[in-house]
């Protein structure tokens, strides 16, 4: 009896009887890899918006946006503001938007310009993209070109002519965290984003949804925190809520100081009073004990304590003083100097307010 044959790529082969099982089993693996991939991803990935209306902030940018695209006038963009604000999730939702599934590899070109930023690229997989057609019904493509501050002038330069030249082919977006390191004539020929750092009551509520799905244990305290070490960007947060998930069973405020390895407010609120009230050596001491304790950074240190300088009450005068000092021993960290010697500069600053201080106070009492 004659034994049907089905060929498989790689010239493998097998019965046409066996077939139907075959390929249901070779389903489930391509579900069972899906899902797997999943749950590896970093939560950042996991859980980004692919829908514009699953995006959790500036409401007035994504239904303009939405008119660009439902009224087929969408321009080239431009979005700019702090990192983690929600500027590349906006342009991957827009992209889906427009475009079916299997459409979107040949239809849109990203780009990380921080790791291409000459003009070689832009002349080769830039230009290439741009100039060849489209074989679906004659719509524009997209090219998303992120971090585009990192670009060279010249390579904005020859963008600029890409852009004027191929209007009618493709939509450009750009991406940057800095406007002003964007060439004027780029700026001109795009509609412009400002995308601001995102407020603790549109952060929270998403955190919370990653909380419900991946059963985070965790304390109110410890969520306040962490929305506050994010500094308004989403990325951050949610890299800081699966960090200290998968080192500790609890996201609690200790925990979360512990994971970041920033110093937490009480440990500043100690060193200042250290700083104003202890002499130079025992202040020296202590600093350096629990920077090794609890391994902290200097830089994060000089952070804290100039935003404690802005809260304490003392004269103007000093106020100026140390924030001048501050920001030269934090440039010359920035620079390589030794810690060692800069903590002995923040402390004799310190030191020197004191001195200053008490010398007004004394003018005071005797006027």
Aim: proline share 4%; charged share 30%.
């Amino acid at each position: 009896m004659k034994t049907s044959i089905i060929y498989l790529k790689n010239n493998y082969c097998i019965p046409k009887r066996f077939s139907r099982d075959y390929f249901k089993n070779l389903n489930l693996c391509s579900e069972m890899v899906d899902k797997c991939r999943t749950e590896i991803l970093p939560w950042v990935e996991k859980y980004r918006p692919s829908k514009l209306e699953e995006l959790i902030s500036h409401k007035d940018i994504l239904e303009t946006i939405g008119r660009f695209i439902n009224e087929d006038r969408l321009p080239h963009l431009l979005f700019y503001g702090p990192p983690g604000t929600g500027k590349t999730s906006t342009i991957l939702a827009c992209a889906r938007q427009l475009y079916e599934k299997n459409q979107l590899k040949s239809m849109v070109l990203e780009l990380n310009a921080s790791d291409d930023r000459g003009i070689g690229v832009v002349r080769e997989q830039i230009l290439n993209f741009a100039s060849t057609k489209t074989i679906f019904g004659g719509r524009f493509k997209m090219i998303i070109l992120d971090e585009a501050d990192a670009m060279t002038r010249d390579a904005q330069n020859a963008l600029r002519r890409i852009i004027k030249k191929y209007t009618d082919n493709v939509r450009f977006c750009l991406i940057c965290n800095y406007l002003s390191k964007i060439i004027p004539p780029l700026q001109s020929r795009c509609t412009r984003f400002r995308f601001a750092p995102l407020k603790s009551n549109q952060i929270i509520p998403r955190l919370m949804h990653v909380i419900e799905a991946e059963k985070v244990k965790f304390t109110e305290e410890g969520l306040q925190h962490l929305v506050v070490l994010s500094g308004g960007d989403m990325r951050r947060a949610l890299n800081i809520l699966q960090s200290t998930t998968m080192a500790f069973d609890l996201v609690n405020m200790e925990n979360v100081y512990a994971c970041v390895g920033k110093p937490k407010p009480d440990d500043i609120k100690a060193i200042v009073e250290w700083l104003f009230n202890k002499d130079f050596s025992e202040t020296y001491k202590r600093i350096t004990f629990l920077k090794l304790k609890k391994g902290l950074a200097l830089q994060d240190i000089l952070e804290e304590v100039h935003l404690f300088v802005h809260k304490v009450e003392i004269p103007t005068l000093v106020r100026m003083y140390l924030i001048d000092r501050l920001a030269e021993i934090e440039e010359s960290l920035t620079r390589g100097a030794s810690d060692k010697l800069q903590l002995s500069a923040l402390i004799a600053t310190f030191h020197i307010a004191r001195d200053i201080i008490e010398k007004e106070a004394i003018v005071v009492k005797e006027s």
